[in-house]
Each structure stands twice: as C-alpha cells, then as structure tokens.
C-alpha cells in the first residue's frame, strides 16, 4: 500500500481521492488488526512500565513506509547520493527501535497506549 502511494505503479502515484482514501482505509484496518492481535496475545505489564508513543501497528506502518522509500532511493539515486544513505540509515534505526521495543515490552520495562 505504501508503495502505490508513495510510488505508484506503472510510475504514476494515485492522484484520485477516491483511491487515496481507499489505500488510507486499509492501512488503517492493519494497523487496527496487528494491535489487537499484540493486546490480546502479549502480556502488558502496567506497573512500572514506561508507556511507548505509538502502537506495534503504527510502528510496523513506519517501517513498510520506510523501506518502500529506501527501495525506491536504490531504484533512482545514484549510490553515492546521501539521500539514498539516509533512506537506508531511517530504515535500520526503525528496525533497531522496533526491535528494543519488542524486547522492552516482553520483558515489562514498556507498555503499550491502548485505543
């Protein structure tokens, strides 16, 4: 979803609303399905638990977003530009966040907001 809306296939970004709102509705629905399935399936530990700022779902979201930008940096920048280093350095602090995340929150030190 991220790649037809940020890319687009064929080369062409969606440009009807209709579209948009469509690949907007849908992220949305996945973000919903993978936090309910993080609430019911691991355990949050309230106390003492530091709470995160976003849900497993939305930093999941960052992440396909990130690497659907990165993949397209590879795809169109030359391999010295900085921009296309940086898409690749985004997209491994997210992996490296998210994978602190996954750890803290098993192991009680996070929790998560609940919607």
């Not at 659907?68 to 690749?88: F, I, P, S």
């Amino acid at each position: 979803m991220h790649e037809r809306r940020l890319v687009g296939r064929g080369g062409s970004v969606p440009t009807d609303h209709a579209t948009i709102l469509e690949i907007e509705r849908r992220r949305i629905e996945l973000v919903m399905a993978i936090d309910d399935w993080v609430a019911r399936s691991v355990p949050q530990h309230r106390l003492g638990a530091t709470l995160h700022t976003e849900t497993v779902g939305s930093v999941i979201d960052r992440i396909a977003e990130s690497s659907v930008r990165a993949h397209h940096a590879l795809m169109t920048l030359d391999a010295h530009n900085e921009q296309l280093h940086g898409a690749w350095h985004h997209l491994a602090e997210l992996a490296d966040a998210y994978d602190d995340l996954v750890r803290d929150i098993l192991a009680g030190r996070r929790r998560l907001p609940e919607w």
